[in-house]
């Protein structure tokens, strides 16, 4: 049994970026945690408190539907992480890390177009740096439709060096991100329930899979 820690800036990252991979390894009886550095709506109009429980009940919803069972929330500014200290980030993180002592940890690419995702990033190649004791074995970037491929082209382009395979786990990724239906926009937009199908076809395709996610490896250690 390996321990999972996923670390997205924004609720409904975990699922567009690693949905089924994070379904794969619940079925594989790996013990999988989340955690999201923002509440998701901070930057938005509105009645924040009652779009705040929208978003946590999809949040909810979609870790329900990929088996999920425990998740922490930090409570930075939503798509203004750069106004927070870099260390204040990385202590907070270092703080989930302790707790989970996880075996793999997926993140953000850092190439992304979201400022969130690039901080995200630093923040969780900064805390799991390979020091003695440090239980992180692997550390995967993902991508998120609508940012990571909307970065300008000076930016370190994502390409990818892992593909997991998530045939049987497609439709279980397109139903947790079914939850976040109030975030997903209408075809021919990038973020579309269709893309997701596309994107994993695509990245399958790629490698002679029927679906897949696809990662860049940034570290990995056999001890
Ligand atoms: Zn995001």
Redesign the pocket.
């Known amino acids: 049994m390996r321990i999972v820690l996923v670390v997205a800036?924004?609720s409904d990252?975990e699922v567009l970026g690693c949905g089924g991979t994070i379904s794969r390894h619940v079925e594989c009886g790996d013990q999988v945690h989340v955690a999201y550095m923002t509440n998701g709506v901070g930057a938005r109009g509105g009645d924040l408190s009652v779009e705040i429980v929208r978003r946590a009940a999809a949040r909810d919803e979609a870790l329900h539907v990929l088996g999920v069972e425990k998740s922490y929330i930090l409570d930075f500014p939503d798509n203004k992480m750069d106004s927070v200290p870099l260390l204040d980030v990385i202590q907070k993180l270092e703080g989930i890390i302790d707790i989970v002592r996880p075996d793999i940890v997926y993140t953000h690419h850092d190439g992304d177009l979201?400022i969130?995702?690039r901080i995200t990033n630093q923040a969780v190649i900064t805390a799991c740096r390979p020091l003695p004791g440090c239980p992180v074995q692997e550390i995967l970037t993902f991508e998120?439709m609508s940012?990571t491929e909307w970065a300008p082209p000076a930016v370190m382009p994502f390409t990818p060096n892992v593909y997991i395979n998530i045939a049987d786990h497609l439709e279980k990724k397109c139903r947790a991100a079914g939850a976040y239906e109030l975030e997903m926009r209408s075809a021919p937009h990038s973020r579309c329930i269709e893309h997701v199908r596309h994107l994993a076809k695509h990245r399958g395709y790629s490698v002679g899979l029927d679906a897949a996610e696809a990662f860049v490896v940034v570290r990995r250690i056999v001890g």
């Open positions: 800036a924004h990252d979201n969130d995702h998120v940012s």
